[in-house]
């Protein structure tokens, strides 16, 4: 499978998991919700996670190779 297609699905998952947890916060109304989602989602809340994960050593070199 061509490596864009798969970050295309990758995007997908990532942001499933993430309207999952906004749920979480019991926010309602779609607008509200959409726009909740959006901070996650977009480029800089993907490097607020990935920052979070490293300084945190939740994402490190022996993780990724399990998971791999």
Same mark, same amino acid.
């Given at each position: 499978? #061509? @490596?864009?297609?798969?970050?295309?699905l990758? #995007? =997908? &998952?990532y *942001? /499933?998991r993430v +309207? !999952?947890?906004?749920?979480?916060?019991?926010i309602?109304? =779609? #607008?509200r919700?959409? +726009? =909740?989602c959006? !901070? %996650? &989602?977009?480029a800089?809340?993907q *490097?607020r996670? &990935? !920052? %979070?994960m /490293? *300084?945190?050593?939740?994402?490190?070199?022996e993780?990724? !190779?399990? @998971?791999?």
């Open positions: 499978m #061509d @490596v864009l297609a798969l970050a295309f990758g #995007d =997908a &998952v *942001e /499933l +309207r !999952k947890h906004v749920l979480g916060f019991g309602t109304g =779609a #607008d919700l959409h +726009r =909740a959006v !901070k %996650y &989602v977009c800089a809340g *490097e996670a &990935v !920052k %979070y /490293l *300084e945190g050593h939740i994402l490190t070199e993780v990724g !190779k399990r @998971v791999l």
